[in-house]
Nanobody
Framework: QLQLAESGGGLVQSGGSLRLSCAAS?????????VGWFRQAPGKEREAVSC????????WNANSVKGRFTISRDNAKNTVYLQMNSMEPEDTGVYYCAADREWVGCYESESRYDVWGQGTQVTVSS
């Protein structure tokens, strides 16, 4: 059974960087799982941030993070990363990774994702 665990969250100043990790266990992600990163700010709905296809050939990023965040995956380590640079206070929230049993593409709709991690808190101070 696939399980996901996020790590790497914390407190960072505006303009700083963090790298989140999403480690998978129980299943090899590269076999057939696209992975997405989502975030939920206090008082707001959860939103999609980035996603990456099963083999890592394609990615998608929300307009709000384009040019600042980069999603990548190391299939040998069964791990997906989210490198966050030039962070802004608006990036504050709980960040979740999730897996979609999808071989070809990756999608921003969270309803497609059926396995979720527990989340990691990211706080950006101004």
């Amino acid at each position: 059974q696939l399980q996901l665990a996020e790590s790497g969250g914390g407190l960072v100043q505006s303009g700083g960087s963090l790298r989140l990790s999403c480690a998978a266990s129980g299943v090899t992600l590269a076999d057939a799982y696209a992975v997405g990163w989502f975030r939920q700010a206090p008082g707001k709905e959860r939103e999609a941030v980035s996603c990456i296809t099963a083999r890592g050939g394609s990615t998608w990023n929300a307009n709000s993070v384009k040019g600042r965040f980069t999603i990548s995956r190391d299939n040998a380590k069964n791990t997906v990363y989210l490198q966050m640079n030039s962070m802004e206070p608006e990036d504050t929230g709980v960040y979740y990774c999730a897996a979609d049993r999808e071989w070809v593409g990756c999608y921003e709709s969270e309803s497609r994702y059926d396995v979720w991690g527990q989340g990691t808190q990211v706080t950006v101070s101004s």
